[in-house]
């Protein structure tokens, strides 16, 4: 599987933007890059996913890289709610597993 | 609507005793997930189901681990033997279609196993 990696930690301040980055160098073509959180005593949550445009919903953005080496998890105004581990994953077709990492944690300042 | 559920939510056993553990996956949802998350790390992926099938138990980590899905709905997860260091906890996900990287996990709340 195509490694991804993310600092283990981020910190920002309450209703400002956050970008958290995801390195894959080693990405396929058909690998989607997906952004699961998982907040404090809960199951992880599906944030966001895309393949090579940039994609936005009702929780972040999401920007890729042109060489797709590399992504961006967009918060545009953190919430204390915000706070949880955030992981970077890439899915092909044909792996039905989610493969997660260690995660960035990121703590927001009130 | 009603979302993954888990049963129980913490189960605390002695060494060597035999455990169950329970997920109801969302209604129509046919494809369903464990995974392991030990502390300080990141979820570690058990075993999958499409139907009834097991279409993937690569990690399951060793023939203590066990898991079914008769009906095609709810699932257990079975530990034999327990030891020490299966304690963590353990997360169910389900997902509406087959899978695959355009399906997004519906994750349940967990189980936190305990083993004495």
């Known amino acids: 599987d195509a490694k991804t990696t993310q600092p283990n930690s981020m910190e920002s301040n309450e209703e400002e933007p956050v970008h958290l980055p995801c390195n894959h160098s080693?990405?396929?073509?058909?690998?989607?890059i997906h952004w699961y959180r998982q907040l404090p005593s809960q199951g992880p949550e599906y944030v966001i996913h895309?393949?090579?445009s940039n994609v936005n919903n009702r929780m972040a953005s999401l920007a890729i890289a042109e060489d797709r080496k590399s992504s961006t998890l967009i918060l545009h105004r953190a919430t204390l709610r915000d706070a949880a581990v955030y992981y970077c994953?890439?899915?092909?077709?044909?792996?039905?597993?989610?493969?997660f990492g260690t995660g960035t944690r990121l703590t927001i300042i009130p | 609507g009603a979302g993954v559920s888990q049963t129980p939510s913490n189960k605390v056993t002695e060494k060597g005793k035999y455990v169950e553990l329970r997920c109801d996956p969302i209604?129509?949802?046919?494809?369903l997930y464990w995974y392991r998350q030990s502390l300080g790390q990141g979820p570690e992926f058990l075993i999958y189901?499409?139907?009834?099938?097991?279409?993937?138990d690569s990690g399951l980590p060793n023939d203590r681990f066990f898991a079914v899905r008769p009906e095609g709905s709810v699932s257990t997860l079975k530990i034999q033997r327990t030891e020490r260091g299966d304690s963590a906890v353990y997360l169910c996900?389900?997902?509406?279609?087959?899978?695959?990287?355009?399906?997004?996990?519906?994750f349940g709340p967990g189980t936190r196993l305990t083993v004495l």
């Open positions: 996900a389900s997902s509406p279609i087959r899978g695959g990287p355009l399906d997004e996990q519906f």
């Open positions: 080693t990405i396929s073509g058909t690998d989607y």
């Open positions: 895309g393949l090579t």
């Open positions: 994953i890439l899915r092909d077709f044909g792996n039905e597993k989610l493969t």
């Open positions: 209604s129509g949802h046919t494809a």
């Open positions: 189901f499409q139907g009834t099938g097991a279409a993937d």
